[in-house]
Nanobody
Protein backbone atom coordinates (compact mmCIF):
# COMPACT_ATOMS: atom_id res chain seq x y z
CA UNK A 1 0.00 0.00 0.00
CA UNK A 2 1.25 3.44 -0.91
CA UNK A 3 -0.18 6.87 -0.18
CA UNK A 4 1.66 9.74 -1.86
CA UNK A 5 0.68 13.30 -0.94
CA UNK A 6 1.40 16.37 -3.02
CA UNK A 7 0.33 19.99 -3.26
CA UNK A 8 1.73 21.47 -0.08
CA UNK A 9 3.72 24.68 0.05
CA UNK A 10 3.92 28.23 1.33
CA UNK A 11 0.82 30.41 1.02
CA UNK A 12 -0.23 33.76 2.42
CA UNK A 13 -3.10 34.04 4.89
CA UNK A 14 -6.40 33.98 3.04
CA UNK A 15 -4.95 31.94 0.22
CA UNK A 16 -5.80 28.48 -1.07
CA UNK A 17 -4.09 25.16 -1.68
CA UNK A 18 -5.27 21.80 -2.95
CA UNK A 19 -3.65 18.68 -1.57
CA UNK A 20 -3.76 15.38 -3.43
CA UNK A 21 -3.14 11.85 -2.22
CA UNK A 22 -2.53 9.17 -4.83
CA UNK A 23 -3.27 5.70 -3.48
CA UNK A 24 -2.18 2.28 -4.67
CA UNK A 25 -1.92 -1.30 -3.47
CA UNK A 26 -5.44 -1.72 -2.19
CA UNK A 27 -9.01 -1.43 -3.44
CA UNK A 28 -9.32 2.32 -3.10
CA UNK A 29 -13.07 2.42 -3.73
CA UNK A 30 -13.73 0.11 -0.77
CA UNK A 31 -12.27 2.26 1.99
CA UNK A 32 -12.93 5.59 3.66
CA UNK A 33 -10.08 8.08 3.40
CA UNK A 34 -8.95 10.83 5.75
CA UNK A 35 -6.61 13.76 6.06
CA UNK A 36 -4.79 14.44 9.32
CA UNK A 37 -2.37 17.18 10.27
CA UNK A 38 0.32 17.70 12.84
CA UNK A 39 1.68 21.07 13.86
CA UNK A 40 5.01 21.42 15.69
CA UNK A 41 4.65 20.44 19.32
CA UNK A 42 1.09 19.26 18.87
CA UNK A 43 -0.61 15.92 18.48
CA UNK A 44 -1.76 14.67 15.10
CA UNK A 45 -5.41 15.57 14.54
CA UNK A 46 -8.14 14.54 12.14
CA UNK A 47 -8.94 17.26 9.62
CA UNK A 48 -11.46 15.64 7.29
CA UNK A 49 -12.79 12.26 6.23
CA UNK A 50 -14.80 10.92 3.31
CA UNK A 51 -16.59 7.60 2.95
CA UNK A 52 -15.75 5.07 0.27
CA UNK A 53 -18.34 6.39 -2.20
CA UNK A 54 -17.55 10.04 -1.59
CA UNK A 55 -21.06 10.76 -0.36
CA UNK A 56 -20.47 11.43 3.33
CA UNK A 57 -17.86 13.79 4.74
CA UNK A 58 -16.80 14.91 8.19
CA UNK A 59 -14.66 17.87 9.25
CA UNK A 60 -12.91 19.18 12.30
CA UNK A 61 -14.70 22.22 13.66
CA UNK A 62 -11.63 24.34 13.00
CA UNK A 63 -11.84 23.80 9.23
CA UNK A 64 -15.59 23.58 8.59
CA UNK A 65 -16.66 25.93 5.83
CA UNK A 66 -13.08 26.42 4.62
CA UNK A 67 -11.83 22.93 3.66
CA UNK A 68 -13.45 20.39 1.34
CA UNK A 69 -12.49 16.73 1.07
CA UNK A 70 -13.34 14.81 -2.08
CA UNK A 71 -12.25 11.71 -3.95
CA UNK A 72 -12.05 10.36 -7.45
CA UNK A 73 -12.32 6.58 -7.32
CA UNK A 74 -11.45 6.30 -11.01
CA UNK A 75 -8.10 7.96 -10.29
CA UNK A 76 -7.51 6.40 -6.83
CA UNK A 77 -7.00 9.89 -5.48
CA UNK A 78 -8.36 11.86 -2.53
CA UNK A 79 -8.18 15.64 -2.37
CA UNK A 80 -8.28 18.35 0.26
CA UNK A 81 -9.23 21.79 -1.02
CA UNK A 82 -8.16 24.37 1.54
CA UNK A 83 -9.50 27.92 1.27
CA UNK A 84 -9.22 30.97 3.51
CA UNK A 85 -6.06 29.55 5.03
CA UNK A 86 -4.92 30.83 8.41
CA UNK A 87 -1.49 30.72 10.08
CA UNK A 88 -2.88 28.14 12.51
CA UNK A 89 -3.41 25.78 9.56
CA UNK A 90 0.37 25.46 9.29
CA UNK A 91 1.23 21.77 9.73
CA UNK A 92 2.35 18.62 8.00
CA UNK A 93 -0.70 17.10 6.35
CA UNK A 94 -1.00 13.32 6.12
CA UNK A 95 -3.21 11.06 4.05
CA UNK A 96 -4.66 8.14 6.02
CA UNK A 97 -6.56 4.95 5.32
CA UNK A 98 -7.72 2.01 7.36
CA UNK A 99 -7.56 -0.81 4.86
CA UNK A 100 -10.43 -3.21 5.46
CA UNK A 101 -8.66 -5.81 3.32
CA UNK A 102 -5.37 -5.73 5.27
CA UNK A 103 -7.04 -4.75 8.58
CA UNK A 104 -4.51 -2.01 9.38
CA UNK A 105 -3.81 1.66 9.07
CA UNK A 106 -1.56 3.21 6.47
CA UNK A 107 -0.13 6.75 6.36
CA UNK A 108 1.42 8.82 3.63
CA UNK A 109 4.77 10.54 4.10
CA UNK A 110 3.14 13.93 4.68
CA UNK A 111 3.25 17.26 2.89
CA UNK A 112 4.15 20.56 4.55
CA UNK A 113 1.66 23.42 4.47
CA UNK A 114 2.91 26.78 5.72
CA UNK A 115 0.59 29.78 5.98
CA UNK A 116 2.58 32.95 6.49
CA UNK A 117 2.93 36.47 5.18
Amino acid sequence: VQLVESGGGLVQPGGSLRLSCAASGFTFSSDAMSWYRQAPGKERELVAAVDSAGLTTNYADSVKGRFTISRDNAKNTVYLQMNSLKPEDTAVYYCHVYSTWYARVYWGQGTQVTVSS
